[in-house]
């Protein structure tokens, strides 16, 4: 869904190429549990594949009912370790790819009409009391927050009226380094209590909708991450 929100701006190529690339994800993600599945099944994984196999199924993806037709055939091949690897990625790009090209105007079309139907029905709930919410994040290495910068939300965004859970989705890398968003919501404002329809409701989430804009008050470096303190403007 934000996926789609990101391409709102964008030409209506750039838009396609996104979306399809992030459907093709979607694929990868369950060819690949697929062919582990099947392998597990016919004896035991390698080491590297074992971590691979519950890295996988830890991280779970969700179908996307645009494909959802077409999933289980594509994986009948993309998941056999019968089939060689150039025989799977010949199949990937002549057969599945293939079927995203020539389909993308109705796939976009699709999503998009899901998206802002779903976004006006957030928008419609009562908004979240004041309250005090948490993101846990990341940022360039190099670039940094600074007192009286705003942030722009320009699709959905998770915030946890628990901080430990907020903490919990901080992620760095080799150019980029963890944060913890601390935000001060306003009355009437852009969030809203999902917690009723969220699928893990232990996670307290306030979505924030799209159009918020948050303004920094104060950063705070800590020993592994730094914590950004925001109002809701």
């Known amino acids: ?66 494909i959802n037709s077409q999933l289980p055939t594509w994986l009948n091949f993309l998941g056999d370790p019968a089939n060689s690897a150039a025989d799977r990625a010949a199949y990937r790009s002549g057969t599945v790819e293939a079927w995203m090209t020539a389909n993308m105007p109705r796939i976009y079309g699709e999503l998009v009409a899901h998206t ?43 915030f946890s009226k628990d901080e430990a859970t907020g903490r919990s989705f901080m992620s760095d890398g080799k150019f980029s380094k963890k944060i913890l968003l601390r935000v001060q919501t306003k009355a009437d404002g852009a969030g809203r209590d999902i917690k009723a329809l969220s699928k893990y409701a232990t996670e307290d989430e306030i979505l924030m909708m799209p159009g918020a804009s948050l303004v920094v008050t104060r950063v705070v470096p800590a020993a592994d991450h730094t914590v950004v303190h925001c109002d809701e403007a």
């Open 1 to 66: 869904m934000n996926a789609v929100l990101e391409t709102k701006n964008m030409p209506q190529v750039a838009a396609n190429l996104v979306i399809k690339s992030k459907l093709m994800a979607i694929v990868d993600y369950f060819a690949r549990l697929e062919f582990l599945d099947q392998k597990l099944a016919a004896g035991p994984l390698s080491p590297e594949e074992q971590a691979e196999h519950a890295k996988l199924q830890a991280n779970p993806v969700e179908i996307i009912d645009v």
């Open 116 to 158: 802002n139907m779903t976004v006006e029905g957030l928008k419609a709930l009562p908004a979240a009391p004041p309250q005090v919410v948490w993101r846990g994040d990341w940022q360039n290495a190099v670039w940094g927050y600074s007192v009286g910068s705003r942030i722009p939300i320009q699709v959905l965004r998770s």
